[in-house]
């Protein structure tokens, strides 16, 4: 079992930025892909970005292309989410999730992830 847990949300102004902070057990987040994905009401679950575990790629939605980065602080077993430019549409409940693979699939942003935490909720509003 595979626990994790995503802090870091909150309410911002459009234009403004918020860091997702995503902390795992042991070595899980260093060795694993961790993907970060949202979902809105009444919206399909989207896939924001992906890290692959060992070789430092990383995937990036088109839909927040030059606005998200994600990185990795292995020292501390976590994984942040720096979202910039924030726009209405990127509210949402976002997660971090992992199945214990190593590298993001060519499928990464539609799949099913075996172990994910229960979300922080990150609203834009002017």
């Known amino acids: 079992q595979v626990q994790l847990v995503e802090s870091g949300g909150g309410l911002v102004q459009p234009g403004g930025s918020l860091r997702l902070s995503c902390v795992g057990p042991?070595?899980?987040?260093?060795?694993?892909?961790i993907v970060w994905f949202r979902q809105a009401p009444g919206k399909e679950r989207e896939g924001v970005s992906c890290a692959n575990g060992g070789d430092g790629r990383v995937y990036y939605a088109e839909s927040v292309e030059g606005r998200f980065s994600i990185s990795r602080d292995n020292a501390k077993n976590t994984i942040h989410l720096q979202m910039n430019s924030l726009k209405p549409e990127d509210t949402a409940v976002y997660y971090c999730a992992t199945d214990g693979g190593l590298i993001c699939l060519r499928n990464w942003a539609g799949r099913e992830y075996d172990y994910r935490g229960q979300g922080t909720q990150v609203t834009v509003s002017s």
């Open positions: 042991g070595k899980t987040l260093s060795a694993f892909a």
